[in-house]
């Protein structure tokens, strides 16, 4: 029934989409033409692309956010280095060496760097910083709720299961708005910590309990004769979890680990409603200009497609590495 709904629409609305969006359209590349309203005004987006990718970052410091986002993808590589050693811990900190050094180009003031507020910040640059931010400080963080809910002792038990509990019963919005609000109200007098910074913080948190979960899942599919064979060879907890447990329940949970990734890009459009403008923020901003009042569909298609690119690139990602642990479990050894 869905997918002849689907095709009826497509049907239906194909032409008339090809029409606006090709046919009648009016291209980047086109400098003599002019938009009439009969088709897509595509110079609309030649014109805000800057805004769009950087915000409203100062124009002359702009290779600094090119620097940061190379950094904050480059960790991505690291894994493809044949024979590295603890691929998944190496990784973890390239991602955070990636991630400090790109917040440090960004803000500025450091080795001669001219300072940039954070109100300064937007665009693309943004949600991607904000989104990989999230997901890695989330995984380490993920995996100790994870433990805890696992843990003998009922006071350590007790406190994972309620900081899960409570954030996931959460709507996200709400807990944006408890960072930015009653955070500050946990901190020294005298004390102050900036929107940015505050809304990581919520993302993080978010992030984490739902992480928790994955890896609490994919724990319980480990069965419990590995930790006892390795027990009985004489490992300790910690290394009988770090050489034998984790590594395989981290393995398990990849495609649900990209999935996880996946939902918080998308909701980390979410940040625009406590006044951080990402590449959604940005494009409500520069719809609003007169001098191109008209042209919103192209501004919010440009974003559907970015979001839809990312995130239909990660969820074939996330089922190839499904197909190919699946394939490993089967073969024969």
């Avoid at 507020?117 to 693309?124: A, F, I, P």
Wanted: aromatic share 12%; hydrophobic share 55%; charged share 10%.
């Amino acid at each position: 029934m869905l997918l002849a709904t689907l095709l009826a629409l497509g049907i239906f609305l194909g032409p008339r989409l090809l029409r606006w969006a090709v046919l009648d359209a009016v291209f980047p590349w086109n400098e003599t033409a002019t938009c009439d309203g009969r088709g897509a005004c595509w110079l609309f987006i030649r014109e805000r692309l800057p805004q769009f990718i950087y915000g409203f970052y100062p124009a002359p410091s702009r290779w600094r956010l090119n620097l940061g986002f190379l950094l904050l993808f480059g960790w991505l590589a690291l894994p493809l280095f044949p024979g590295l050693r603890r691929p998944t811990a190496m990784t973890l900190a390239g991602a955070a060496i990636g991630i400090t050094a790109a917040f440090v180009l960004a803000a500025g003031g450091v080795f001669g760097l001219a300072p940039v507020e954070t109100d300064q910040w937007g665009g693309l640059f943004v949600t991607v910083l904000l989104s990989i931010t999230a997901m890695v400080v989330s995984l380490p963080a993920g995996i100790a709720l994870a433990l805890g809910r696992q843990a003998d002792s009922p006071l350590w038990r007790g406190l994972a299961n309620m900081a899960v509990e409570v954030i996931r019963g959460v709507p996200l919005l709400a807990i944006l708005f408890m960072a930015v609000v009653l955070l500050p109200l946990f901190l020294p007098g005298g004390e102050s910590i900036g929107l940015f910074t505050r809304v990581v913080v919520g993302l993080c948190l978010y992030a984490a309990a739902y992480m928790a979960e994955v890896i609490r899942g994919a724990l319980r599919t480990i069965p419990v004769g590995q930790a006892e064979a390795a027990r009985s060879l004489g490992l300790g907890y910690w290394h009988c979890l770090g050489l034998v447990v984790l590594p395989q329940a981290l393995r398990a949970a990849l495609p649900n680990i990209v999935s996880t990734f996946i939902q918080m890009l998308k909701d980390s459009t979410l940040v625009l409603v406590v006044g951080v403008f990402d590449l959604l923020g940005v494009v409500q901003l520069t719809v609003a200009d007169p001098k191109w009042n008209g042209y919103s569909a192209e501004a919010y298609l440009f974003a559907g497609l970015f979001f839809f690119a990312i995130c239909f690139g990660l969820s074939r990602v996330a089922a190839r590495l499904e197909r190919h642990l699946d394939y490993n479990r089967t073969s024969p050894p």
